[in-house]
């Protein structure tokens, strides 16, 4: 049975354990740019993330047991000369342990995260995947998430 609800301050320590399921392969595709984790500074960045001020974390349950979770970010950003306000809910982590794939867990966690959005008035919802990540890129298409932009990059070997 998947149960979900919202993350506080005590799921810190499961949220960083499960972190390690999404945050080791960025480590191994990008050493240069992601930091192999710290369980000490993992856990105390877990809890400043779980306290910011307009963070969301959401924890999925199966069988009792936490199975992943997804934390979100509410941003609003006023209009400039050359940019209209903007609202919505940035996804900033999604993780999966392993043995709960293939079982929904990510999709509910991203249908809450709609919700949450909608609750919030926010009538978007804005992630990033990275290039190398095939996998993340087909599971936000099926739930019907599209490119809106694309950032280049040229490594200079320094």
Known sequence: MLRLRRA???D????????RFVHEPHVAAEPRVYAALDVEGGLAAMRER???AGVVGIVAEHDGT?????????VRRAAT???EARS????DELAVAPSARRLGVGRALMAEAEGVAKALGLARIE???RAWNDGAARFYA???YAPFATRLARDLGR
Do not use: F, H, I, K
């Open 8 to 10: 506080t301050l005590s």
């Open 12 to 19: 810190a320590a499961t949220l960083a354990s499960l972190r």
């Open 50 to 52: 779980l306290g910011g």
């Open 66 to 74: 936490a199975a992943g979770y997804v934390l979100a970010q509410e």
């Open 81 to 83: 000369p050359l940019t």
């Open 88 to 91: 919505y809910l940035l996804v």
């Open 127 to 129: 992630l990033d995947v």
């Open 142 to 144: 099926a739930l019907g």
